[in-house]
């Protein structure tokens, strides 16, 4: 095929994922902004004759509260979950380089637990968490709440985080052990910093994960000036009597935060994932 | 300052697989500058990573001074604990800090000011000649340069033992001469046990003191580098230490005969040939080239050889020379041109001819 035709072809096809991807972002953008009589009486993807921010000021009042719970809630996570998650990797990677095969075979097993535990749905989590939060006397409290998220998120983030750390060169671990550095050391001056983009795709990931989880914080929480955002929108869907420009207005207030991580640090995610394929190099 | 004991020493790979070392017996002394020469791939690497405590021997022992530091599969002293510096074939620089904090990186883990750090490792790079890039990224720094900030790495921290894989493979003739001559200096004001690891017979010679030949994970014979470059145990050894002409020759009782060159037995070193077919290895400095006859004693005429080959390398001319309608070629260095295909006398010194039974 002549390079032109093919280049053509690629960018079509490239063209027409992307419309498909945009049409739900461009509904809940443009029928957020049309007035309640508007939103019954015109299709989805026209849009709006007159811009109206009624919705959005009806709205924001009372996200406002579940929005800062979602931020004090989601920031300490995913920090703590990717750091963590990244000492936990650097840990596996000690072990697997250990010259005893007890510990290599440990290293394994772990891992596979751990890679298990990512695996399990929530759902089937939900009562003895609860009962867990409940005995902590940590029900409806912030910690309550990110200590659950962080029996989640560890281990995904040190999932992600190993995929990082394995590529990066064994002899910068031993030049450093042969310096005569500690593991906590190593891990702090030199494997960190060398996985900063694998870390901060890693956080990006856990941020997104656990704006969105919805369960933990349906159960966990039980008054309202406790809701994260995940759950107070889920009151404008389903129902009676649903105005859909505020369900709009609501659903694209709740994922700005996660939209906006992603347009402005999304290329160190992009930078990270490349960071894995060219050997660790993307530093 | 420590003495470094391998007993009955064998690293294999792969389950097996792959034997990198196989039963290694040597003792390395206080305060000595050992060289280990080897072709690639027989096991050098992987000896000095089983000293340094970053792979576990197989099988067999390894001891500091009396102290068992690996035995049997198990690792008795860690790498961080054993006080070594070492250069790695690939460096392993810090990507993340610069020149500077990579030198610095061993001084940190110890108790030690910020100012006496700063003093310590300006000292080493003056030396080494890297202060102007000090503050640059390894990335951002040549080849070269690298390379001596690695050195300055393991020099600054004072080690008892120091391990070298490679260390000056990639400086410029002129560095070379001046990272040896600082190795050389280090290793003399600590009197520290140095172990260096090089292709370059050149390294050798100027840096060890006793020298193993490790082939195919095996020491194919240990000795000061003298003598093993003028009494190698085989042809490889011979020319691992040191250029050689390999002439495959036949035995008769006028002497060895290769093509139309004769051999004659006052040329031998020292063996007496006993096969009928053999190697003999000649050095290019005990061969000789002239256009008239040579009238001294020590100088023995071996055949009418023709020039096939004329280079020039270190200011000499690099001549190739073979007896008239054969493959066998020999090697030597003469300081007057001279033209390829010329006919000329060739001559060998006496005893100077190593003769390798097959
Ligand atoms: N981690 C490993 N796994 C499997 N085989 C290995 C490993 N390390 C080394 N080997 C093998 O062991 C043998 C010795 O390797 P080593 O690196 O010690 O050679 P070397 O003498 O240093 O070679 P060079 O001069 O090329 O550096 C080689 O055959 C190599 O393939
Ligand atoms: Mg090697």
Redesign the interface.
């Known amino acids: 095929m002549r390079p032109v035709i093919k280049a053509s072809l690629h960018y079509l096809a490239l063209a027409v994922v992307s419309v498909l991807w945009l049409i739900p972002v461009y509904a809940m953008v443009i029928n957020g902004f049309k007035s309640d009589l508007e939103v019954s009486s015109t299709p989805v993807l026209v849009p709006p004759t007159q811009f109206s921010i009624g919705a959005y000021v009806s709205v924001f009042g009372s996200l406002a509260k579940p929005l800062l719970n979602s931020l004090i809630i989601v920031i300490p996570t995913s920090f703590i979950a990717a750091f963590l998650g990244a000492m936990g990797a650097y840990f596996f990677y000690t072990l697997s380089y250990s010259?005893?095969r007890f510990s290599s075979t440990l290293s394994d097993v772990l891992f596979s637990l751990i890679a298990l535990a990512t695996f399990i749905p929530y759902q089937a989590t939900l009562i003895p968490l609860t009962r867990l939060i409940v005995d902590m006397g940590l029900l409806d409290t912030y910690a309550g709440i990110i200590f659950a998220m962080l029996i989640f998120y560890i281990p995904t983030g040190a999932l992600l985080m190993s995929m990082f750390i394995s590529v990066l060169?064994r002899?910068?671990v031993?030049?450093?052990?042969?310096?005569?550095?500690?593991d906590l050391?190593i891990f702090l001056?030199?494997v960190f910093?060398?996985s900063m983009p694998g870390f901060i795709s890693t956080l990006i990931f856990i941020i997104i994960q656990s704006w969105n989880n919805f369960f933990i914080p349906l159960v966990l929480v039980t008054t309202p000036e406790m809701k994260l955002i995940s759950v107070a929108v889920e009151a404008y869907t389903g129902g009676y009597g649903t105005l859909y420009n505020d369900t709009f207005a609501a659903a694209m207030l709740a994922s700005i935060i996660p939209l906006a991580i992603f347009i402005f640090l999304g290329r160190y995610f992009i930078r990270g994932l490349i960071a894995l394929g060219g050997g660790g190099k993307g530093? | 300052m420590v003495k470094v004991v391998a007993k009955n020493l064998s690293k294999v790979f792969k389950k097996g697989k792959v034997i990198a070392l196989d039963n290694i017996n040597i003792t390395i002394n206080n305060g000595e500058r050992f060289g280990i020469l080897g072709p690639s791939g027989a096991g050098k690497t992987t000896l000095m990573r089983s000293i340094a405590g970053l792979d576990v021997p197989s099988s067999g022992e390894l001891y500091f001074d009396d102290k068992l530091v690996a035995g049997n599969g198990k690792l008795f002293v860690p790498p961080e604990d054993r006080r070594i510096g070492m250069v790695f074939q690939t460096w392993a620089l810090y990507p993340n800090l610069t020149a500077f904090e990579n030198i610095a990186f061993p001084l940190t883990n110890m108790k030690m000011s910020k100012e006496e750090i700063r003093k310590k490792v300006e000292e080493v790079a003056k030396i080494l000649d890297i202060s102007h890039v000090l503050s640059h990224y390894p990335r951002e720094l040549s080849g070269g340069q690298q390379q001596r900030v690695s050195l300055a790495r393991a020099l600054v921290k004072q080690p008892s033992l120091l391990l070298l894989d490679e260390p000056f493979s990639n400086l410029d003739a002129r560095m070379r001469d001046s990272a040896r001559a600082l190795v050389r200096e280090v290793q003399n004001e600590l009197g520290i046990t140095l172990i260096i690891v090089s292709h370059d017979p050149a390294d050798i010679f100027a840096i060890a003191e006793r020298v193993g030949v490790l082939v195919k994970g095996k020491f194919a014979q240990i000795g000061n580098p003298d003598e093993i470059y003028n009494d190698p145990v085989s042809v490889e050894v011979a020319s691992l230490i040191g250029e050689i002409n390999e002439l495959e020759g036949k035995l008769s009782n006028e002497g060895v005969i290769v093509s139309s060159f004769k051999f004659p037995p006052d040329t031998y070193r020292k063996d007496n040939p006993a096969s009928e077919k053999i190697m003999i290895g000649v050095r290019p400095e005990n061969v000789k080239l002239s256009k008239e006859v040579i009238n001294d004693d020590s100088w023995i005429f071996v055949g009418k050889g023709k020039i096939k080959v004329v280079g020039y390398q270190g200011g000499l001319f690099r001549i190739t020379v073979s007896p008239p309608d054969s493959e066998e070629e020999i090697v030597t260095y003469t300081d007057h041109r001279t033209n390829i295909g010329e006919e000329i006398l060739v001559y060998v010194k006496k005893h100077s001819v190593m003769v390798f039974n097959q």
């Open positions: 010259y005893s060169p002899s910068l031993e030049a450093a052990k042969i310096d005569g550095t500690g050391k001056k030199i910093p060398l530093v």
